[in-house]
């Protein structure tokens, strides 16, 4: 008798004689997470895994990089409605420290975010989960153009912490 045939045997013996019936949740599918995608079929095994707190690092470094990267879209999201408020009402040089202070936090968050996703694609057991890394560079050139393109005076960038 196979593995799969004798699990399968006490399940069947458990079922009959009603050792499943009054659970939480019964007759509907187990939840799913977000994380046990990244388990791919083997999402049950995370379960367990995770019910017994006993993760692999690998899936609780993906955890990580899914709050980094809301973090890094809401400090850029402020960004954008910080922007949008001086130049429409010209108080740059009130909003400048607050830009600047958004601008040093993303640069950290983003830096974070990019470790994480190195270290999760290296650890990573499949190549198919591989993360691709965030562009630090490229975003900050876009978060500095969005002040720029918004009318900020030459003056009051380096204060905005506007790269040259």
Do not use: Y
Not at 78 to 102: I, K, N, Y
Not at 114 to 121: M, P, Y
């Amino acid at each position: 008798m196979s593995w799969d045939q004798i699990v399968e045997s006490g399940i069947q013996e458990a079922m009959a004689a009603g050792a499943f019936h009054g659970l939480a949740g019964e007759g509907r599918p187990l939840p799913r997470r977000p994380e046990e995608r990244l388990a791919g079929n083997d999402w049950v095994g995370f379960k367990v895994l995770q019910n017994g707190g006993l993760l692999p690092a690998w899936l609780v470094l993906a955890r990580e990089i899914e709050v980094l990267g809301a973090k890094v879209e809401e400090i850029d999201g402020r960004q954008a409605r910080t922007v949008e408020a001086a130049s429409r009402g010209g108080r740059w040089a009130a909003v400048a420290p607050l830009l600047r202070d958004l601008r040093t936090d993303f640069v950290a968050t983003a830096r974070e975010l990019r470790r994480k996703q190195d270290r999760f694609n290296l650890d990573a057991p499949a190549l198919s989960l591989e993360r691709p890394g965030i562009w630090i560079e490229g975003r900050l050139a876009r978060l500095d153009g969005r002040v720029r393109e918004a009318g900020c005076p030459e003056a009051l960038l380096t204060a905005a912490g506007v790269s040259a």
